[in-house]
């Protein structure tokens, strides 16, 4: 049987994941966390009692941390999730970026091979590749041509990762994945975000034109395909993972005021994210064709059942839009009006 270290577990895919794992695998399950205010463990509730399920509070930046979770849990496998996550942020303020997405993933990777792990899993993105125009999709050998300090500082990781492979042997994946939407996303994220603000009935932020498109993937799809590289992904490998649903912001936006009974003089064109990526789209053809996954989720399905999520876990959502969140709310959105 096999033990996982699941970094980042706390947060918005990682307690996707961990519930997935505990259910269709015999697979024990180590989080570690250092539960920012992206990480909740509420995210997790209801796994206490798990006998393959442990919690480890603790900061992949911190290597005697870090080692010392590796020496006390023994993992066969790490899958890597933690990271600052938030393109708007990194657009305030970078350092945090750097520190967790390099650094700690440099950290994670030298205390994994020093304890041997038989595989390392590292959760990346689609937006290491940059922009599209109109046509066309990324592949695994698209150049990687990021434009904000979240992806350049993601690009960093993965190039880190890889030299792990080539220099060190290590059995390492890097997978990259478009984005994603589900249950327990921060709703600083488009979709969440604009759930909540319909059923509070506050303006709904539109960046720009609105017409900027993302290949929109259910995290159920993203989490069931890392059960898949990591049984079967080949070592030094990328996966790309992508939803197979274009959509403009403006598209995603109208359904869920659809969904929410509202109009449309709820949406607010606000100023532009500074670097804004145009679009992302996704070929996940090595996924399909070497591992044999593909995405099940339609999108309409998927966000039907997310905006009826939102609704059943009110509290959830208000608790952490309460405090800290406000703070970076007034201060982005208070610049953009
Ligand atoms: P999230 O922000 O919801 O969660 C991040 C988690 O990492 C939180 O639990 C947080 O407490 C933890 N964390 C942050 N810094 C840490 C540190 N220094 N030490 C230990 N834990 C720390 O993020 P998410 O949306 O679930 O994304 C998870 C991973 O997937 C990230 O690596 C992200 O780059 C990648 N990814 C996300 C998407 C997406 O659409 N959300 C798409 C592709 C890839
Ligand atoms: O593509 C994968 C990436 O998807 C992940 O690596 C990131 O971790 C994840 O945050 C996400 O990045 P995006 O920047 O694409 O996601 P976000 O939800 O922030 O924005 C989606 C789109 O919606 C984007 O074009 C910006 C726009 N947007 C976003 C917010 C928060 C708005 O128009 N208004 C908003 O208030």
Redesign the pocket.
């Known amino acids: 049987m096999s033990k996982l270290l699941v970094?980042?577990?706390?947060?918005?895919?990682?307690?996707?994941f961990v519930r997935l794992a505990l259910t269709r695998t015999r697979h024990e399950v180590v989080v570690?966390?250092?539960?920012?205010?992206?990480?909740?463990l509420e995210?997790l509730a209801g796994l206490e009692n798990d006998p393959r399920y442990a919690f480890v509070k603790?900061?992949?930046?911190?290597a005697a941390a870090v080692r010392a979770v590796f020496e006390a849990q023994r993992p066969t496998h790490v899958v890597?999730?933690?990271?600052?996550?938030?393109v708007d942020r990194s657009v305030m303020d970078a350092t945090?970026f750097v520190?967790?997405?390099v650094v700690?993933t440099q950290v994670l990777l030298d205390a994994g091979r020093a304890c041997g792990v038989e595989r390392f899993l590292?959760?990346?993105?689609?937006?290491v590749y940059g922009s599209l125009g109109p046509t066309g999709r990324f592949t695994e050998d698209s150049p990687l041509m990021p434009n904000s300090p979240?992806s350049a500082s993601?690009t960093g990781?993965d190039l880190l990762v890889r030299a792990a492979f080539h220099t060190h042997g290590m059995n390492a994946i890097v997978?990259?994945?478009?984005?994603?939407?589900g249950p327990?996303?921060?709703p600083e994220?488009l979709i969440p975000l604009m759930i909540a603000n319909a059923l509070e009935n506050k303006p709904l932020p539109v960046y720009g034109d609105g017409k900027n498109v993302r290949d929109w993937?259910h995290?159920q799809d993203?989490c069931e395909a890392l059960l898949v590289v990591l049984a079967g992904g080949r070592a030094g490998e990328v996966y790309n993972?992508g939803g197979d649903s274009e959509r403009e912001n403006l598209q995603v936006v109208r359904r869920i005021l659809a969904l929410a009974n509202r109009g449309e003089d709820l949406i607010r064109y606000v100023t532009d994210r500074p670097g804004h990526d145009r679009r992302y789209a996704i070929d996940s053809s090595r996924m399909r064709d070497e591992l044999g996954w593909r995405p099940s989720i339609r999108f309409e399905d998927g966000l039907a059942a997310t905006f009826r999520w939102y609704v059943e876990n009110r509290d959830w959502w208000e608790r952490v839009r309460s405090g800290a969140y406000r703070d970076y709310y007034e201060r982005w959105y208070g610049a953009r009006r």
């Open positions: 970094t980042g577990g706390a947060g918005f895919i990682g307690s996707n570690f966390d250092a539960l920012t205010y992206a990480g909740n995210n603790g900061d992949i930046r911190d890597h999730f933690a990271a600052e996550s938030h945090a520190q967790t997405n700690g590292h959760v990346s993105t689609d937006e979240y993601k990781s997978t990259r994945c478009s984005n994603n939407y327990y996303q921060f994220k993937i995290v993203h993972i």
